[in-house]
Structures are given as C-alpha cells and as structure tokens.
C-alpha cells in the first residue's frame, strides 16, 4: 500500500479560488488587486500540497461565464492568466518537474494564448512529480457538450455510448476523479468545477477569501479529507 493510502492523502484536489473581488472590496481596493493577491496564492500553492502527498492539483481560473463581467477586469485576468502560463507555470514545471495541463475551450482564448496553452502542455508531458491542472474558460457542462460534439463527429454508435466512453472524450480523460473540492469565500456551490468528474468527490467550503489562502489551508483541507470515511454509495452511515 502507498504512503498516500496509509495517511489517506487525496490523490486529486480541486480547488475554487473564490473571493479575490470581495477581499479587494473589504478593503476599498480595487478589483485587480485582489487578482493579484489571488495569482500570487495560485502560484504558491502547489508547494503546499504536493510535498504532503498530493499527486494532482487543480484550479478554477476562469470560467466560461466570466466572459460576462467587466471587459477591463477580463482583459486584466486574461494579461495574468497569460503571464501564469507563460511564467510561472513554465518555471514551476522546469524547477519540479510538473507537469501542466490546461483544461477548457482553448480556442476561445484571445490573441496567442491558446497557442501558448498549447505548448507548455506538449513541453511538460513527461514530467511526473505533480500534475497542475488549470481550468482555463472551462465550464462543466460545456465540457460534457464538447465531449458528446466529437463523440457524434466520431460517429460513435448507441451501443457505445456509455459513461467509459464519455470519459474519453472529457478535456483530461486520463486524469483520476478528483477526492476532495475545496471553494474558498463562503459560497456553498461548484458552480460548474468538474461538473462530470465531482460526483462522488468530498466537498469542504472554507469562509476565508482566496487572498487569505494559507499553507495552513491546505492542511486543514487534507485533515478534513483524512477525518471522512467516503462510501462511493455503498453501504455503512
């Protein structure tokens, strides 16, 4: 048995970094700093969870209704999301070995950056001391509807259909379900994370703010994790 399994460490963590606009506002900022604040806590996160036995970590950047708000506050996010991928996540990658996988309607994605998505994700494709799996314009039933669009291109028959063959077609078919879902700022919903792939997955809401995310977060999350006995809906409780 593997040291993870023996301490019960979640392999897969999701998290939902909530609250950066409203940290911002608590404190007569504006909005883009609570970004900042928030891009800086992503880039330090995976520090804290994979040296503790998680194997892979990913995050809600951008959703495909966060199309609607602000165009300065998107194109601010878009500006970060681009410095992430063609950064940070690319020095993470090179000084850990991580690999980077990035999730969601790429092409959507304004000017270079679907391109620059692209191609962290074919350089970092061996690397295997933790996964970064970055939901990126991603939607959950967006993603179900892309994966039934290429299942019909594919001409794949009835008798096919099944929830095997739906995974295949998922953004990241190869990734295991995630254990655990973390949302930060008090709000208790997924709003469309991993809309497929969180049904059996253990969900903890945290009232702090996304800014205010701590290393001590992050154990608090996999103690949480640790203390529930999950059921996949079996018997017992």
Known sequence: ???????????????????????????????????????????????????????????????????????????????????????????????????????????????????????????????????INLCLNYGGRAEIVDAVRKMIKNKVGLEQAHEGMIKKYLYQPDLPDPDIIARTSGEQRLSGFLTWQSVYSELFFMKKYWPDFEESDAEVILREYADRKRKFGGNGG
């Open 1 to 131: 048995m593997s040291e993870a399994k023996e301490k019960n460490i979640p392999v897969h963590v999701g998290l939902i970094m909530d609250g950066n606009r409203r940290w911002a506002k608590e404190r007569n900022l504006p909005s883009f700093e609570g970004h900042l604040i928030g891009y800086e806590k992503m880039k330090s996160a995976p520090a804290w969870f994979f040296p503790r036995g998680v194997k892979i970590l990913s995050f809600f950047a951008f959703s495909t209704e966060n199309w609607r708000r602000q165009p300065a506050e998107v194109n601010y996010l878009m500006k970060l999301l681009e410095n992430a991928v063609e950064a940070n996540l690319r020095e993470l990658a090179k000084t850990n070995s991580y690999k980077i996988l990035i999730s969601g309607r790429l092409e959507e994605l304004p000017g270079d950056l679907s391109a620059k998505c692209l191609k962290i994700i074919q350089e970092t494709k061996t690397n295997s001391r933790g996964t």
